[in-house]
């Protein structure tokens, strides 16, 4: 059974970096095919997707967040870590982590983890 | 604003059936597998579809999807309340690099 966590602070202040780690178990991120991302999710509003890293430590951001956001992993501890520079207020959101599947060929996120409310303010 | 455009919101009474659409471009949907998410309020997204019809186990077959050129479409027959919920779809992008995008979301009201 796969299970992801998200962890880290629920409030930072404005111009602080974010730092978040997902813990996971049941998939190894040395195995080929698998990869972790990162989608957040403001308040009321949709889901945007930030970033993804494979197997092969190879990287995806998004383009509009690109500059800001930096992904790692570390396999021998079953984690994940996004940090975000620069925190405003609209980065307030639910941000959770997800296992890439990609088997077949196309690939998806299943399943997610539960999530966790980060709150940009001073 | 989304490169993927699914309407706000779609109604229909139990026992019926609704379509969502996601309506996208050759850079995204029109090349690549699309999957949708269920997220019912207060949780995580939870896979319902991936590689444009395929589900899961444990999902119902009256959650189907589909694809043709530059959209796809999350259909769900014999409406129950319990499926109240947000429906997103998504897929990857190529446009200078590659990068996940998904669409608005559709809210999904049972009358």
């Known amino acids: 059974q796969i299970t992801l966590k998200e962890s880290g602070p629920t409030l930072v202040k404005p111009t602080q970096t974010l730092t978040l780690t997902c813990t996971f178990s049941?998939?190894?991120?040395?195995?080929?095919?698998?990869?972790v991302g990162w989608i957040r999710q403001p308040p009321g509003k949709a889901l945007e997707w930030l970033a993804l890293?494979?197997?092969?430590?190879?990287?995806r951001y998004s383009p509009s967040l690109k500059s800001r956001l930096t992904i790692t992993k570390d396999t021998s501890k079953n984690q994940v870590v996004l940090t975000m520079t620069n925190m405003d207020p609209v980065d307030t959101a639910t941000y959770y982590c997800?296992?890439?599947?990609?088997?077949?060929?196309?690939?998806?996120?299943?399943?997610w983890g539960q999530g966790t409310l980060v709150t940009v303010s001073s | 604003q989304s490169v993927l455009t699914q309407p706000p919101s779609v109604s229909a009474a139990p026992g019926q059936k609704v379509t969502i659409s996601c309506s996208g471009s050759?850079?995204?949907?029109?090349?690549?597998?699309v999957s949708w998410y269920q997220q019912l309020p207060g949780t995580a997204p939870k896979l319902l579809i991936y590689?444009?019809?395929k589900r899961p186990s444990g999902i119902p077959d009256r959650f189907s999807g589909s694809k043709s050129g530059t959209s796809a479409t999350l259909g769900i027959t014999g409406l129950q309340t319990g499926d109240e919920a947000d429906y997103y779809c998504?897929?990857?992008?190529?446009?200078?690099?590659?990068?996940?995008?998904f669409g608005g979301g559709t809210k999904l009201t049972v009358l």
């Open positions: 997800a296992h890439r599947r990609a088997p077949t060929g196309g690939d998806w996120f299943d399943p």
């Open positions: 049941g998939f190894s991120l040395s195995t080929r095919g698998v990869g």
């Open positions: 890293v494979y197997w092969d430590d190879d990287k």
């Open positions: 050759s850079s995204n949907i029109g090349n690549n597998y």
């Open positions: 590689e444009n019809n």
């Open positions: 998504g897929t990857w992008d190529y446009n200078l690099s590659a990068f996940w995008v």
